[in-house]
């Protein structure tokens, strides 16, 4: 049974940082790209920043230069150090394995006050 678990989300003023993490179970993870997702009220979700097996990334326009996605294949981890952070970038944040899969995380909730 695949499993995604997010974690490190939470209140924090413009400017500041998080790191958000996502352990993956039932899956062989080291041979699966990883993404970051979020979605804020009212829109869609959106594909936020992506890691492939080897380890080539990329990112949305909005976030580059911000945010950094790096993987743990030991710990079967993805994360998503997020600084500079912006009220816009107010979401939840979902983790997901693979392109095109229902494997999604339960998300976790980044709130940026301005």
């Known amino acids: 049974q695949v499993q995604l678990v997010d974690s490190g989300g939470g209140l924090v003023q413009a400017g500041g940082s998080l790191r958000l993490s996502c352990v993956a179970s039932?899956?062989?993870?080291?041979?699966?790209?990883m993404g970051w997702y979020r979605q804020a009220p009212g829109k869609q979700r959106e594909l936020v920043a992506a890691i492939t097996t080897g380890g080539n990334t990329n990112y949305a326009d909005s976030v580059k230069g911000r945010f950094t996605i790096s993987r743990d294949n030991a710990k079967n981890t993805v994360y998503l150090q997020m600084n500079s952070l912006k009220p816009e970038d107010t979401a939840v944040y979902y983790c997901?394995?693979?392109?095109?899969?229902?494997?999604w995380g339960q998300g976790t909730q980044v709130t940026v006050s301005s």
């Open positions: 039932g899956i062989i993870f080291r041979v699966i790209d």
């Open positions: 997901r394995a693979g392109w095109g899969s229902n494997y």
